[in-house]
């Protein structure tokens, strides 16, 4: 046999073997992508916010300016958690826009205000197509001002492709393959997806002008297997604060390193035993279920009367703990606990707490704690972090759990100071009237850990 015809046939049965091997071996399953618009309906859409107008034309959706109108979103009527999102979009070099992900729509958020994460579209010079902003609450979380490539990826005038990922408290973009942004932050872990025509305010000369999407696909399942790993390194938002932030006048009660502006409530320092600082997290230590008897609480070395308080906790199973407001540490004389009024921290399902109290359900998660049960909780699952809120406008005190109203109620009211005759609170005299008073988080002697403790003063 020539060694011409030899290497042929030897190319034919190495050719006959990968076909056979291509029968009998399994293929590697096609990624399980689910069309977000199928043709020119938006019937699986429900648009938010302003009154830009949507409409699809041969599958692509485009949004068109209107003026005097606030910011609008076309949202899916469907909420999603963890995903991985492609879609194509072509901005108007004069409009900024963006996609919303994980994002939400409350009545007693901002009267209904689209809020969440945003990934950017940005076609003016600044460029940060594909970096990650927080609508209508913290700002610009992911900026791309250290990020030159994405900046450069964007195509003025042309199609672009995004690529974003959402898996656990990860979220990354590519602009174009371009890797854009890599942020690790957890306030929000499903929500909506939208698509945002901006505002253009009175301005005639931006008003019919455009912007469009097509090719809309997500993905849900087997998201590790189909995960682009990102050579940026990430940026994660505990414990600090953002631009906006600042700008607004909030502050940093926990640095995530130090016991800083911190003391024991009985005490002229920070408990030498019974808490722990590391990896950024203040933890509590589990001492046996008993109240203020290890470690012991801790305050705020400055008072407070008129803030907004935000603070991350994670419960163990079981645990019990509180985060008390307008506290004045020299009113218990005797062995207890500092008094003040409470936002209950709790694990309902496992605590006895749960099911006692002056009122059925005032001892539990969010609660008023004896005096007040909180509704509309979407609370987080034991061992996850869970964001809670309370805002002290002089007497009116609202506790906010997960971006959620939970209750409100006015100190000092008929109505609170019955709930407080009727309560364990009785004997305090004018309980929860302060004018001003310290921030304490609770050792009730099980493992409850904080981070992300930061808090506004409000003007009057």
């Known amino acids: 046999m020539k060694t011409e015809t030899r290497l042929s046939f030897l190319l034919l049965l190495a050719v006959a073997a990968l076909s056979a091997c291509s029968l009998f071996s399994p293929a590697q399953p096609a990624p399980a992508w689910q069309n977000l618009q199928a043709g020119d309906s938006l019937e699986e859409w429900v648009q938010r916010g302003g009154r830009a107008r949507y409409e699809v034309v041969g599958g692509v959706i485009i949004g068109t ?115 854009a942004a890599h942020l690790v932050d957890d306030r929000t872990d499903r929500g909506f997806i939208a698509l945002q025509v901006h505002s253009v305010g009175k301005d005639r000369t931006r008003e019919g002008i455009q912007v469009k999407w097509r090719n809309i696909r997500i993905l849900t399942e087997d998201l590790e297997k189909h995960a682009t790993p990102s050579p940026l390194p990430p940026v994660d938002m505990y414990n600090r604060l953002t631009t906006n932030e600042k700008k607004a006048g909030w502050k940093l009660l926990f640095d995530g390193k130090t016991s800083r502006g911190w003391r024991g409530a009985g005490l002229g320092h920070f408990p030498r035993g019974g808490w722990a600082i590391g990896n950024g997290v203040l933890t509590v230590l589990e001492s046996g279920g008993k109240e203020s008897d290890h470690g012991g609480d801790i305050v705020t070395v400055d008072e407070y009367s008129r803030f907004d308080l935000c603070v991350d906790f994670r419960l163990t199973r079981g645990a019990n703990s509180g985060i008390k407001y307008f506290v004045d540490t020299g009113l218990n004389k005797g062995k207890g606990p500092a008094i003040g009024l409470e936002y209950q921290l709790l694990d309902d399902e496992n605590h006895p707490d749960a099911k006692k109290g002056s009122l059925e359900g005032s001892r539990t998660l969010a609660s008023l704690y004896d005096l007040i049960k909180a509704e509309n909780k979407h609370a987080r699952p034991i061992g996850r972090w869970n964001h809670a809120r309370i805002l002290a406008k002089g ?13 409100e109620y006015t100190r000092g009211s008929p109505g609170f100071r019955k709930l407080v005759a009727g309560s364990k609170y009785r004997k305090w005299p004018d309980f929860g009237e302060l004018e001003s008073g310290k921030i304490l988080l609770q050792d009730h002697g099980d493992r409850v850990s904080f981070r992300n403790i930061k808090i506004r003063v409000l003007k009057k």
């Open 65 to 179: 300016t209107a003026l005097a109108t606030p910011n609008s979103f076309l949202c899916t009527k469907k909420t999603y958690g963890d995903f991985i999102l492609e879609l194509d979009f072509k901005v108007d070099p004069a409009l900024n826009s963006g996609i919303q992900i994980r994002s939400s729509s409350f009545p007693e958020y901002g009267k209904g205000r689209v809020h969440g994460y945003q990934v950017e579209i940005d076609p003016s010079h600044r460029a940060w197509t594909g970096g990650i902003y927080d609508e209508a609450r913290r700002g610009w979380l992911h900026p791309l001002d250290a990020n030159p490539k994405a900046r450069r990826a964007f195509r003025q005038g042309e199609w672009n492709r995004f690529r974003i990922e959402a898996i656990g408290p990860s979220m990354k973009t590519w602009i174009n393959g371009v890797p």
């Open 395 to 407: 007497k009116r005190v609202e506790h906010w759990l997960n971006g959620r109203k939970v209750l």
